[in-house]
Structures are given as C-alpha cells and as structure tokens.
Nanobody
Framework: QVQLVESGGGLVQAGGSLRLSCAAS????????LGWFRQAPGKEREFVEA????????YYADSAKGRFSISRDNAKNTVYLQMNSLKPEDTAIYYC????????????????WGQGTQVTVTS
C-alpha cells in the first residue's frame, strides 16, 4: 500500500508559478499511475493531470493545458506538477492520487490519495 505526501503549495500572485511535489512510500512507485486533482471551496473535486507508470503518456484537463505540466521521477518516488501562469481560479487544495490498475481522469479510478496541499492565487 502506497502512502502519498504532497508539498509545495502556498500563496502566489496571479501570473506566478508553483511546483507541487508528491512523495510516495510503501509501494513500488513505478507500478502506479499517478494523478493530480484539485478541489476549490464549495466545488467538487476535479481532475487536473495524470501520468502513466512509465511517464510516456499523460492526460490533462482543458484548464491546465499550456500552463501545467506533470512529470515523475521513479528513482525519487516523486511526481510533480509544475504550474505556470497561475490564475485566481486555480485556488484549491491539490491532491495527489495513485492506482496500480487504472490510469485515467476520474477520481474514482484512483485508490490511494494524499492529504492535499493548499494553493492560493491572489489577483
């Protein structure tokens, strides 16, 4: 069973950048597909980006296109979300998720979740 711990969130002005990290332990990291999701206050959790076990394939939400980029380092058991050109509407708690079987854009496809990291973008 894998444990996930996110970090890198914070307060940033619109137009700025952040890099989120999600460190995994307790499992064979390369066996897991990984995803980033986010949940803003009063809204449902939504998909941001996902990456396959090898890192060769990715999915991304339209809202992230051209601004966010997911990557993974299997040697460091870490997945990253580079976020550029941040907007106030990107404000949310960002969650890392993993699954050994599925790879997709639905949160129901991921079994393991981190506790989340807060990202706040000011205008």
């Amino acid at each position: 069973q894998v444990q996930l711990v996110e970090s890198g969130g914070g307060l940033v002005q619109a137009g700025g950048s952040l890099r989120l990290s999600c460190a995994a332990s307790g499992g064979t990291f390369s066996m897991y597909a990984l995803g980033w999701f986010r949940q803003a206050p009063g809204k449902e959790r939504e998909f941001v980006e996902a990456i396959s076990r090898s890192g060769a394939s990715t999915y991304y939400a339209d809202s992230a296109k051209g601004r966010f980029s997911i990557s993974r380092d299997n040697a460091k058991n870490t997945v990253y979300l580079q976020m550029n050109s941040l907007k106030p509407e990107d404000t949310a708690i960002y969650y890392c998720a993993a699954d050994v079987t599925n790879f997709g854009t639905s949160d129901t496809q991921y079994r393991y979740w981190g506790q989340g990291t807060q990202v706040t973008v000011t205008s």
